[in-house]
């Protein structure tokens, strides 16, 4: 059976670079984003969407609607699997923006649930790392204590997974990968290293939250569509799975080699750290490694020499 994938999500920066992926794979593909303008501005999303439509116009069957008003029985009509990026991610935010966040992150995920008990399909869910909490050192068993909304939505999601893939007569099955603190080409305007870029590039000082010590398991954004693939192709793969890069960094160690990438000295002002940031996400990838043959190909500074190369493209209105 030939396989077609329905994304959810899929002008967002890990949905953008997941749709490029599977046109070069030439794999039937249809998309649904709600282009939100809760976090930024909606005009970036429709940019990712005309950059991957550009590739090749007309392949991807692109529907702009709310999964919470989509017709989810016609969205699904013929796909064998469901990537579901679909969330609205940040935990700064999700403090003042409870009711968004709901609704996105948790009513969404239920109204989608409650179609696939009925389609023998499979489900890949984007989790997050902020599921674990303020420390976060270890694999999948360690304990579940989110400290801000967001972390409590995505662990939600997670819970409503299980309990409609075990209801009586519920045809799908899942993997649910927790992503470790993604970055690359298409990242959001409102995340770090998106942010440090552009600071650097415009010569404009650095805000730094908290002491610039927190660690990080950043995970280059190639390396989870590679996840993502592998969860589509291997139709025995089901779990939970970290997924995350081989190297561990602070804030400011990644400030550093971005000074000496782009040969400019910044101009670094720490702010108090923000509610719901986490002080580590230490992530332990062997499960993915054993079951999944996950591995983490690019270094920190191999991924982040390519953002700043797509953030200067940008820049200079030439999209890599």
């Known amino acids: 059976m030939a396989i077609k994938v329905l994304v959810t999500g899929a002008a967002g920066f890990i949905g953008s670079n997941l749709l490029l992926k599977l046109l070069e794979r030439n794999i039937q593909t249809v998309a649904v984003d709600n282009f939100s303008p809760h976090l930024y ?151 770090g290293i998106y942010r440090f870029i552009d600071s650097l590039n415009n010569e404009k000082p650095i805000r730094v939250f908290g002491d610039g010590r927190a660690l990080r398991t950043f995970t280059y954004i190639d390396d989870v569509i590679s996840a993502i693939i592998t969860s589509i192709n291997n139709e025995e793969l089901i779990g939970k799975f970290n997924i995350c890069g081989n190297q561990v960094a602070s804030v400011t160690d990644v400030i550093d080699l971005l000074a000496d990438i782009t040969s400019k000295s910044p101009k670094v002002i720490h702010v108090p750290a923000r509610e719901g940031d986490q002080r580590v996400t230490q992530g332990d990838a062997r499960k993915a490694e054993e079951f999944m043959g996950f591995d983490s190909s690019f270094t920190l500074k191999q991924g982040l020499i390519e953002q700043v190369l797509w953030q200067n493209s940008q820049q200079s209105g030439m999209e890599k």
């Open 41 to 191: 501005e909606s005009t970036i999303k429709e940019k990712n969407w005309e950059y991957v439509n550009s590739k090749n116009p007309g392949r991807i069957n692109f529907y702009r609607v709310d999964l919470l008003e989509a017709n989810l029985q016609l969205l699904l009509q013929d796909v064998t699997h469901v990537v579901h990026l679909a969330a609205l991610p940040g935990q700064s935010k999700s403090w003042e923006l409870g009711r968004a966040y709901w609704e996105n992150n948790v009513l969404a995920t239920h109204l989608l649930l409650r179609e696939l008990i009925n389609f023998d399909v499979k489900l890949i869910f984007a989790s997050s790392s902020s599921i674990y909490g303020d420390i976060e050192e270890g694999n999948e068993s360690f304990p579940k204590k989110p400290i801000s909304p967001y972390g409590v939505t995505k662990l939600a999601a997670e819970h409503l997974i299980e309990v409609f893939e075990n209801y009586n007569g519920s045809l799908f099955k899942s993997v649910i990968l927790r992503l470790f603190s993604v970055y690359g080409p298409r990242q959001r305007p409102d995340m």
